[in-house]
């Protein structure tokens, strides 16, 4: 892993795992579907977007782990 990512990796860490980060994450994850599906009947437009915004969720959530 290269400098940036270190760097990008560890402002994740330090964004995320603060009290106040904590609290924003957890809205995010509730915003962005973490606990539910994406798929919604009859409009697929309307899926994809959720969709779209699982996967900041998620990729918010691999770098926590360190796996961008």
Known sequence: MNPEEQK???AYHDLFESPLG???????????????TTFFPGDPYVSAAQEGRRSVYLRI????????
């Open 22 to 36: 904590k609290i924003v994450l957890d809205d995010i994850g509730k915003a962005c579907f973490r606990d539910e």
């Open 8 to 10: 990008l990796l560890a």
């Open 61 to 68: 959530q691999r770098m926590m782990k360190g796996t961008s």
